[in-house]
């Protein structure tokens, strides 16, 4: 066989075997799309938040255009959404509550925070303890504001847009909770 002739054909199997596909990450398959408010989001990263040397959840950011800058994703305008698909063998409902509160403390000023406390204790009162293999997608649909789902069961929502993208300055602040998941998020 002729390998000058092989080879372009070659590149395009492979071309064509990956194209539209999932990515995967720590065995998850993300989704390259996701069909979110008549929008065909598209994904801007995925990576594994750690903690102690333990694999706790592949994160990953879908929005409606691709950008690198943590800024430019928190301000985009249209729907937008968060997804954690769970590798530990069980997340406690306060430990994920505490997680969002340190999130929040740590990426927004205390009157920042005040102002958002009643909101997010109503957003910490949609969650449960999930196990591996749980999926969390915090969506933020512009008519409505945030939407936590866990598992396909829709848990509630918070209205405004001002809460989600405070809610996405726990992973994409300044001191998000995994600075390695911050990057792999950000396509970096």
């Known amino acids: ?3 000058r002739f092989a080879l372009p054909g070659l590149l395009l199997l492979c071309f064509l075997s990956t194209h539209g596909y999932a990515k995967e990450v720590a065995g998850v398959k993300v989704p390259e799309q996701v069909p979110l408010a008549n929008t065909a989001l598209k994904l801007n990263g995925a990576g594994i938040r750690s903690k102690f040397f333990f694999k706790i959840y592949v994160g990953a950011l879908y929005l409606p255009q691709k950008t690198h800058d943590a800024e430019a994703a928190i301000n985009m305008d249209g729907p937008k959404r968060l997804l954690m698909y769970f590798l530990y063998k069980e997340v406690e409902k306060e430990k994920l509550i505490e997680g969002w509160v340190d999130g929040f403390k740590n990426n927004h000023t ?14 910490n009162a949609l969650f449960v303890t999930v196990k591996r293999g749980d999926r969390i997608e915090l969506d933020y649909l512009p008519e409505t504001g945030t939407r936590v789902r866990i598992n396909d069961q829709i848990k ?26 911050k990057a792999a998020m950000l396509g970096e």
């Open 1 to 3: 066989m002729n390998i």
């Open 110 to 123: 205390r009157k920042q925070f005040d102002a958002l406390k009643t909101q997010l204790e109503a957003f």
């Open 156 to 181: 509630g929502s918070i209205p405004g847009k001002a809460f989600y993208s405070a809610l996405l300055r726990v992973w994409l602040g300044e001191e998000p909770a995994d600075s390695g998941l």
